[in-house]
């Protein structure tokens, strides 16, 4: 079945420094969404990538989904104490269900 | 609008006893779900639906038993509990399921002892 790797599972920066998390599917997807989860909360949907080559900004957060939809990367520039949380990709590939990566965790020291 | 609606937000069980979460929504989703998280294992699906009446099993549906009588409920029960099963459960939905946003509710903290 279709998996989805991410990477890294934990991440420390300090605060001002960038980070990426990095989502690899085993196979082809047809979309692609980013989920933020804050400790002790819950999921909330951050965007969704459905084009091969997409980029989408949202303040200091850039996503992109590569070329051949296997693939994709939330990139966030001089991060924040409120970036802090855990944040998933959802896969959709021949089934409409999404597989959730296994997430990366984001430690922000001040 | 609510959203999703988890009931309760904690719970404690004994090994062997059985009990009900609870997960309604508002906003008329046909496609509802039930997702287990545990430490470095990200969101494993159990159980899901995609219309009243209509359920099937996810990656994990050993030892969970979902209904879905109404579009705005669906319950996950668990028949006789165990402490591997010790987890936060997150219910989520969405319109049909394939290529719009989840919904999740705020869980239910289950501890089996």
């Known amino acids: 079945g279709q998996q989805v790797m991410q990477i890294p599972q934990y991440q420390h920066v300090q605060e001002g420094e960038d980070f990426t998390t990095y989502c690899n599917s085993s196979?082809?997807?047809?979309?692609i969404q980013w989920y933020k989860q804050r400790p002790g909360g819950h999921p909330v949907f951050l965007i969704q990538l459905v084009k091969s080559g997409e980029v989408k900004k949202q303040k200091r957060l850039t996503f992109q989904f590569g070329e051949a939809k296997k693939n994709s990367s939330l990139h966030i520039t001089a991060t924040q104490t409120t970036d802090v949380g855990t944040y998933f990709c959802?896969?959709?590939?021949?089934?409409?269900?999404?597989?959730f990566g296994r997430g990366t965790s984001l430690i922000v020291h001040p | 609008n609510a959203g999703v609606t988890q009931t309760p937000k904690f719970q404690v069980l004994k090994t062997g006893q059985s009990m009900t979460l609870q997960c309604a929504q508002d906003?008329?989703?046909?496609?509802m779900s039930w997702y287990r998280q545990d430490p470095g294992m990200g969101l494993r699906l159990i159980h899901y639906s995609v219309g009243a009446g209509i359920t099937d099993q996810g990656e994990v549906p050993n030892g969970y038993n979902v209904s879905r009588s109404t579009t705005e409920d669906f319950p996950l029960r668990l028949l006789s509990a165990a402490p591997s099963q010790t987890s936060v459960y997150f219910c989520?939905?969405?319109?049909?399921?394939?290529?719009?946003?989840?919904?999740f509710g705020s869980g239910t903290r289950l501890t089996v002892v």
């Open positions: 906003m008329n989703h046909e496609y």
């Open positions: 989520a939905s969405s319109y049909t399921g394939g290529g719009e946003s989840y919904t």
């Open positions: 196979t082809t997807l047809s979309n």
């Open positions: 959802a896969g959709s590939g021949g089934s409409y269900i999404p597989t």
